[in-house]
């Protein structure tokens, strides 16, 4: 599978989660709700999620290798 799959499958990941949470923390750190530094932290804890399933998809299946040692 080519990278740029990869790229979007990850991104795709992390948008139905991230858009909906920055708009309403920030909102809620507009009416005073919870502290500012709370959006930026969400959005850095996605991007990690997406950084993770970006390098997740790119590995062979252990099962493939495990199926090689068996024959």
Known sequence: M???VHLRISLYAALPALLPA???LSTMAIAGLVPWTVPPSVALA???QSLVTFIRLGRIP???A???RRA
Do not use: E, I, K
């Open 2 to 4: 080519p990278r740029t």
């Open 22 to 24: 920055l708009v309403v």
């Open 62 to 64: 252990d099962t493939t």
């Open 66 to 68: 495990g199926a090689s």
């Open 46 to 48: 996605l991007a990690v």
